[in-house]
């Protein structure tokens, strides 16, 4: 029986909405992603020496910057697409000036010049001026990250607010990074609650997924699993990869939802094939114990060693394990199925590159 428990969430508050930067072709590239809206020991003959807990995620994974292997883009890119979500998006508001805000992101999408980059710059100040809240928060990223303009963190933030106050959504997303952070702004928990809900009414699934964690972890708003399971299935539902893997630990607890483990692993799934770590250690756990799922432990090792791949030492104690249970064949072709879906998955993320803002 796989047993389930939050991890402490004290330790992981630090990182909670972290605006996730990636380098991937030099800094216009950067501002391009910058912008973008934005248990039980497993029972083998040979019985593993660590006992696993299915774990909570509390906060995405981080994105390398400054990344110096192919192995490591690789795990950030994973990482990266773990966040992309895909969301049935309402009609479009209709914004001043956003022509001259959309000339500025096709220079962006089209030429990677420091000299493109500052012209895409004076289109968003000038579409900013004019009232264009995406333009605005462009703007304000811009400055707070000295990217294709010198960096300014008043004029930034100024851009930001404002941005922020006409309700742009991935604006008050990111203020709410920011509060929670507290680097650029002094630390408050409960500014940073404020500005995740205003987000996350907006069905904003990121700043869903980020108000659940603060109910989870009672920051900023009482402490309430129930309501953490709410925002947390809003974002799971919009295909928010962290939610979707909390979900599947919420059922499989059985602390909110009636425990049913057959809805834990479909969402555990749904994370893991995003390149989601928990998940796919949760998902490892399952195939290695095999009562959830029909043991499997090839295709344990494959989602283990996806999960370690990520940073995740214990992942990496029971991917050990399981390997010293396999022939050298079934070995090969765990790691055949690892390495083709970290392939698949850099494949996915490269084709969302050129996304609409």
Same mark, same amino acid.
């Given at each position: 029986?796989?047993?389930?428990?939050?991890?402490?969430?004290?330790?992981l508050?630090?990182?909670?909405?972290?605006?996730?930067?990636l380098?991937?072709?030099?800094f216009?590239?950067?501002l391009?992603?910058?912008?973008?809206?934005?248990?039980?020991?497993?029972?083998?003959?040979?019985?593993?020496a660590?006992?696993?807990?299915?774990?909570?995620?509390? /906060? &995405?994974?981080?994105?390398?910057?400054? =990344?110096?292997?192919? &192995? /490591?883009k690789?795990?950030?890119?994973?990482? !990266?697409?773990?966040?992309?979500?895909?969301?049935?998006?309402?009609?479009?508001?209709v914004?001043?000036?956003q022509? =001259?805000?959309?000339?500025?992101?096709?220079?962006?999408?089209?030429?990677? *010049?420091?000299?493109?980059?500052?012209?895409?710059?004076?289109?968003?100040?000038?579409?900013?001026?004019?009232?264009?809240?995406?333009a605005?928060?462009a703007?304000?990223?811009?400055?707070?990250?000295?990217?294709?303009?010198?960096?300014?963190?008043? +004029?930034?933030l100024?851009?930001?607010?404002?941005?922020?106050d006409?309700?742009? %959504?991935?604006?008050?997303?990111?203020? %709410?990074?920011?509060?929670a952070?507290?680097?650029?702004?002094?630390?408050?928990?409960?500014?940073?609650?404020?500005?995740?809900?205003? &987000?996350? +009414?907006?069905?904003?699934?990121?700043?869903?997924?980020?108000?659940?964690?603060?109910?989870?972890?009672?920051?900023?708003v009482?402490?309430?699993?129930?309501?953490? !399971?709410?925002?947390?299935?809003?974002?799971? +539902? &919009?295909?928010?990869?962290?939610?979707? *893997?909390?979900?599947?630990?919420?059922?499989?607890?059985?602390?909110v939802?009636?425990?049913?483990?057959? +809805?834990?692993?479909?969402?555990?799934?749904?994370?893991?094939?995003?390149?989601?770590?928990?998940?796919?250690?949760?998902?490892?756990?399952?195939?290695?114990?095999?009562?959830?799922?029909?043991?499997?432990?090839?295709?344990?090792?494959?989602?283990?060693?996806?999960?370690?791949?990520?940073?995740?030492t214990?992942?990496?104690?029971?991917?050990?394990?399981?390997? !010293?249970?396999?022939?050298?064949?079934?070995?090969?072709?765990a790691?055949?199925?690892?390495?083709?879906?970290?392939?698949?998955?850099?494949?996915?993320?490269?084709?969302?590159?050129?996304?609409?803002?």
């Open positions: 029986m796989i047993s389930c428990s939050f991890i402490p969430m004290n330790a508050f630090s990182r909670l909405m972290k605006f996730q930067f380098f991937r072709g030099g216009v590239l950067f391009l992603l910058s912008l973008c809206a934005c248990a039980k020991k497993a029972e083998t003959e040979r019985t593993p660590v006992a696993v807990t299915t774990r909570m995620s509390n /906060a &995405a994974p981080a994105l390398a910057t400054n =990344i110096s292997s192919s &192995a /490591a690789s795990n950030a890119l994973i990482a !990266a697409v773990s966040n992309s979500v895909k969301v049935a998006a309402p009609p479009k508001p914004y001043p000036a022509e =001259i805000y959309d000339q500025g992101i096709a220079l962006i999408k089209t030429n990677e *010049s420091t000299a493109t980059a500052e012209q895409a710059i004076k289109f968003f100040q000038e579409a900013a001026d004019k009232g264009n809240p995406p605005q928060r703007l304000g990223l811009s400055y707070l990250g000295g990217i294709g303009i010198k960096k300014n963190v008043d +004029e930034g100024k851009w930001l607010r404002k941005s922020a006409a309700g742009y %959504a991935d604006a008050q997303f990111k203020l %709410a990074s920011l509060y952070r507290g680097d650029i702004l002094p630390k408050d928990e409960n500014l940073a609650a404020e500005f995740a809900r205003k &987000a996350a +009414e907006q069905g904003h699934a990121e700043a869903e997924y980020n108000l659940g964690t603060l109910y989870t972890a009672g920051k900023g009482p402490k309430d699993l129930k309501e953490a !399971a709410a925002w947390f299935k809003k974002a799971a +539902e &919009a295909g928010q990869a962290s939610a979707q *893997s909390n979900i599947g630990v919420l059922y499989a607890n059985g602390e939802f009636d425990k049913n483990m057959d +809805e834990a692993i479909k969402w555990w799934k749904k994370a893991a094939e995003q390149g989601q770590p928990s998940a796919q250690f949760n998902l490892a756990q399952a195939l290695t114990e095999g009562k959830a799922l029909p043991k499997d432990l090839v295709e344990a090792y494959k989602w283990y060693y996806l999960s370690a791949q990520q940073g995740d214990q992942a990496a104690q029971l991917r050990d394990a399981v390997a !010293a249970e396999l022939d050298p064949a079934q070995l090969a072709d790691l055949r199925r690892a390495r083709q879906f970290k392939s698949d998955l850099v494949a996915k993320w490269q084709a969302k590159e050129d996304v609409a803002f």
